[in-house]
């Protein structure tokens, strides 16, 4: 699909300022809207992966660690000018019931998925105003809309981002920002080999035998909600491969 960014009010060229970008759905959201029109801003750890993702499409690439509040200041910084944040970094780490969660798991996990989405968009919040059309797009999951066996620790993340997203709509009320949570299913990224600390064959069960979403087809929904006229407001998007019904039932060839 090709979408065309929104003009600004100053006529200048719009910032998006993407987290996670090296890799899955974030790199796959900075290619679509870079292709829109957005001036694009990446950030992430993996400075090699995130430059290689940055380089594709003129933008900058920015290291960025969102559990780390000198390092998401920095970031902000560096965009002064911001028309559009896509709050995307995060994900999983294992999948043990609460009866053998492990602290460190959990730890990380509301550290990026919940923390660092706080800190990022504060940070981020005066640029996006000061823009006179803001948007803040955060990347949710169906996990924050109901709960598995064995996900708490993700689970309980994600439901704390739809209520940050909630509140955030309720806040800005008023100010020239846009507020929009978009919950995908599953999707084939390196969400599960990262959950399950690298082990590609555990990873690949997730998929096997499903036609999963591809980072391009939440992309899709990411760069549709930025691209609709500004008084427009996407709140909510719920997007699953065709065979997932509910996040734990899925239907397998
Ligand atoms: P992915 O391929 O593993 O990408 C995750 C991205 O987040 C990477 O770019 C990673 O970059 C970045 N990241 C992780 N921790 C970070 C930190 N502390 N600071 C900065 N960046 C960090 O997985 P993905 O599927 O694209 O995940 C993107 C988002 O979608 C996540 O929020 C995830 O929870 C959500 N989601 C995924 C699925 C799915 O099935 N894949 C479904 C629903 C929601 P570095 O490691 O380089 O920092």
């Not at 920095?74 to 911001?82: D, N, S």
């Not at 065709?242 to 039932?249: H, L």
Request: with cysteine; proline share 4%.
């Amino acid at each position: 699909m090709s979408y065309t960014a929104n003009a600004t009010p100053d006529g200048s060229r719009p910032v998006a300022a993407v987290t996670g970008a090296s890799s899955g759905i974030g790199a796959a959201a900075a290619r679509m809207l870079a292709a829109a029109g957005f001036d694009v801003v990446l950030g992430a750890r993996r400075m090699e992966m995130l430059q290689a993702v940055a380089d594709e499409m003129g933008g900058r690439a920015i290291a960025l660690d969102v559990t780390d509040r000198a390092s998401v200041e920095a970031f902000a910084a560096a965009v002064p000018r911001l028309n559009l944040l896509v709050n995307n970094a995060g994900g999983a780490l294992g999948l043990e019931p609460i009866a053998e969660s492990v602290d460190e798991h959990w730890r990380t996990m509301w550290e990026s998925n919940v923390l660092g989405l706080m800190m990022v968009t504060r940070a981020c919040l005066p640029a996006l105003e000061a823009s006179g059309n803001g948007h803040v797009i955060n990347i949710g999951s169906i996990a924050g809309l109901e709960s598995y066996a064995g996900g708490a620790g993700y689970t309980s993340a994600k439901h704390g981002v739809v209520a940050i997203t909630e509140t955030l709509r309720l806040e800005l009320l008023g100010k020239p920002i846009r507020v929009t949570e978009i919950d995908p299913g599953m999707t084939e990224t390196e969400f599960s080999l990262v959950r399950f600390a690298g082990d590609a064959a555990r990873a690949d069960k997730v998929y096997e035998g499903v036609d999963p979403l591809v980072a391009g087809d939440v992309a899709d929904c990411i760069a549709w909600a930025a691209t609709r006229p500004p008084h427009v407001n996407i709140d909510t998007l719920r997007v699953t491969p065709r065979a997932q019904a509910r996040a734990s039932v899925v239907h397998r060839r």
